[in-house]
């Protein structure tokens, strides 16, 4: 298997009609945050076809494509690390993890940092010290503030919520509605498995935090408890 036979194979699913789609969908006009991104228009299970045919590519052919101007090119090689992470030993999964962050700027739209950095960044440092979601979370990078509220899925999927309300104590006044989303989404996540946790925080920020925020953590809620914290009244 070979850069250029993965290519070969990317380039035979290009679809142009879904491309234009995919590029309205991912904001890629002048001075939204996808600039200039360039999608193929291939769907998301035909993607993960192809990463699973090309699951032992090397690093190096890697990098290339995870650099890549082309939106596809990047999330197949992210697929393709997330899977050489998961059935890595610890040596391996040190090296996916190294090689992850190193090459992070082509982990640059969300559905890439969603895809990935939950089953690579969080999972490597689930039992280890958190700084680095820390130290993203106050980046001025959309995408390192979207890994670090990210990464924190995979704690919460093991119960451990501290992280992730605190890197979305960190995130509230951010300006981004990707942050706000992200971290409405892991707030919600946190309360589907402990009603409590979710809203001892929202009883202290839901009214300053942003609305869409606040409208993705109480998504789930009963009807009239989500009108309640809508309207400021709880």
Known sequence: MSLIE??????KQRNTAQAIVLQ??????????GEGDIFYGIKVPE?????????DLPLDDLKILLLSKVHEERLISAFILVDQYEKGDDKKKKSIFDFYLKNRK???NWDLVDLSSPKIIGAYLIDKEKDLLYKFAHS????????????????????????????SGILLNDKHDLIHKAVGWMLRE?????????????????????????????????????????????
Do not use: C, V
């Open 106 to 108: 082509g982990i640059n």
């Open 24 to 33: 309205r969908f991912f904001k890629t006009g002048k001075g939204e945050y």
């Open 140 to 167: 001025k990078d959309l995408w390192e503030k979207r890994i670090a509220i990210l990464s924190t899925f995979t704690f919460i999927r093991h119960g451990w919520f501290d992280d992730t309300l605190n890197i």
């Open 6 to 11: 993965i290519r070969k194979a990317i380039l």
């Open 47 to 55: 993607q993960r076809i192809i990463a699973k045919q090309f699951k």
């Open 190 to 234: 946190i309360g589907n498995r402990d009603i409590q946790s979710e809203e001892e925080f929202l009883i202290k920020h839901y009214k300053t935090m942003p609305r869409t925020m606040l409208r993705y953590a109480i998504e789930k809620f009963p009807e009239q408890k989500r009108k309640a914290y809508l309207k400021g009244t709880i």
